[in-house]
């Protein structure tokens, strides 16, 4: 039995249309879920829309429209441009779906159940636009001396009656949690944040409210709603089936990673674990919190207009160039900035230049010059042996392992470099030439090729699936062969057929303003 692989995205919360940020973390979810069914395991891949809490409420009154109403036509953008993106989800969730309800409130009677659910009174420090309640000491203050949450949103005093979480009882089980597993929170900075803030001292969150009532309502006290964030994380169990006993809870609990922006890790390596601690359900083994992605350095925002529609980049440029650019042009764990120009610079000089190239060239030659196919019956040289073993090494070896730990651009990097060696291959075997001197060395030479070019589009496949199938099914490379196990299985000494290829990369043409 295939060993099981669960990852999700955070789910997105849909009072505005999709940004470029919530296509950069579901792309990299996408990748991964690939990379890993290409690997071999039985892969289960969330995502989905975050629908209730005042947010969404305050939204639909000021458009005059009913919640439900708002939440259906937000959330259908968010599927729309994952389907654009060619994103492979098992299942796109939304928190208003009737199974959800009955998740999240048998949650909330397991923590009830455990002694940690109290009725008390809220006065404090809410931000509408994070969802979340803040400390005094966590507030700044904004230019007209206005209170500002960390995040630099504004924030109201807020004084309601509210079901309270005994958070504080969770501070030293979380700490021991942090200490036993490090890998729990990645990366390590993330990790030493949250640390920080438990070992700060943890307050008991308040965790319903009676101001509003779109949202998940509390058993046995249905004028409450329960606080967004019990309700939104716990999507993650509602999508298995939870709370029955279901094959899919089985197989895929505990999740292998959450994948999350670092804006939202508190929630998820600290309300969460203790949620589940709580309700005495098994933790997830891994939050991911990855950077942010800036337009041109600047945090996006509608009050400076940078704001990117994703699905217009993809139009722009198309899917498989714009998912390789945000993988690869930065590191996964940090900050990165982003621009048209530098989308063309990328793909230009790394896919049309030089992995389309190196495929349309070699291909093509075999294609016109071979009769579509090839035999190599001349031995092996040190120079196709050890071009073979760099790529051979780069896709079956460096590519994974860097995937493995979610670092998308030194796999890439990996990538690269062996794809540059392949067209330096290229320029010193000198093909052409040797159609006229040596036509058994120059098979041999393609056939190396042709097993580089393929070890290389299986490789690449989880962030480029389209433009890597073209190339495979241009090489008559069979459905079963596209794996990562199949990288191995060389073409050289066998027949390859190949059919006509076409430019997979066009070049792109640089926009106007130059390489800002």
Not at 12 to 34: L, Q
Not at 136 to 164: A, I, Y
């Amino acid at each position: 039995m295939p060993d099981p692989y669960y990852i999700t995205t955070a789910i997105h919360y849909p009072n505005g249309k999709p940004h470029i940020g919530h296509a950069y973390e579901t792309i990299a979810a996408d990748v991964m879920a690939r990379y890993k069914r290409l690997r071999g395991f039985d892969v289960r891949f969330q995502t989905g829309t975050d629908e209730h809490g005042l947010k969404m409420a305050q939204k639909a009154r000021e458009l005059d429209m009913t919640p439900a109403a708002l939440a259906d036509e937000m959330s259908s953008y968010f599927s729309g441009l994952f389907d654009k993106l060619h994103i492979t989800h098992d299942r796109f969730i939304r928190t208003s779906e009737e199974a959800h309800h009955a998740a999240s409130q048998e949650l909330w009677r397991r923590m009830e159940a455990s002694g940690d659910l109290y009725l008390d009174r809220y006065e404090g420090w809410y931000s509408i636009r994070d969802e979340a309640y803040y400390d005094e000491k966590e507030l700044t203050e904004g230019d007209g001396g206005e209170k500002l949450s960390p995040q630099g949103t504004p924030v109201e005093w807020t004084v309601e009656e509210s079901w309270f979480f005994r958070l504080s009882k969770y501070q030293q089980p979380l700490l021991d949690l942090f200490e036993a597993n490090p890998e729990f929170v990645r990366p390590a900075s993330r990790l030493n944040e949250v640390r920080s803030f438990v070992e700060g001292g943890l307050r008991d969150l308040s965790i319903s409210r009676t101001s509003f009532d779109w949202g998940v309502k509390v058993p046995g006290a249905e004028d409450h709603v329960m606080y967004v964030w019990v309700d939104a994380l716990t999507n993650y169990l509602t999508g298995l089936g939870f709370p029955g006993e279901t094959e899919d809870m089985a197989k895929f609990w505990p999740a292998d990673v959450h994948l999350i922006g670092k804006d939202i890790v508190r929630f998820h390596a600290v309300y969460w674990p203790a949620f589940l601690m709580s309700a005495g359900i098994t933790l997830p083994k891994q939050v991911y919190a990855h950077g942010f992605l800036l337009n041109r350095g600047q945090k996006e925002s509608k009050s400076l207009g940078n704001v990117t529609d994703p699905g217009e980049l993809a139009d722009k440029f198309g899917v498989d160039v714009l998912r390789y650019f945000l993988l690869r042009e930065f590191s996964f764990g940090q900050d990165g900035s982003y621009s048209d120009a530098a989308i063309v610079s990328r793909s230009n000089s790394e896919l049309a230049n030089s992995f389309g190239n190196l495929a349309q060239r070699v291909l093509g030659f075999v294609a016109k010059n071979c009769d579509g196919g090839l035999e190599a019956s001349a031995a092996a040289t040190d120079a196709d042996d050890a071009l073979w073993q760099q790529v051979r090494d780069a896709c079956a070896n460096d590519l994974p392992t860097a995937f493995d730990e979610l670092a998308f651009a030194a796999g890439l990097e990996a990538w690269m470099q062996a794809v540059y060696a392949c067209n330096q291959y290229v320029d010193e075997q000198a093909p052409w030439a040797l159609r006229k001197t040596d036509p058994e060395r120059m098979e041999r030479v393609l056939a190396t090729l042709c097993d580089c070019t393929r070890a290389l589009a299986i490789a690449v496949t989880p962030v480029i699936p389209s433009s890597s199938a073209k190339i495979l099914d241009t090489m008559n490379i069979a459905a079963d062969q596209r794996d990562f196990a199949a990288i191995d299985n060389r073409i050289a000494d066998g027949r390859l057929d190949v059919t006509k290829p076409s430019p997979v990369f066009p070049r792109l043409d640089m926009p106007e303003g130059g390489a800002a």
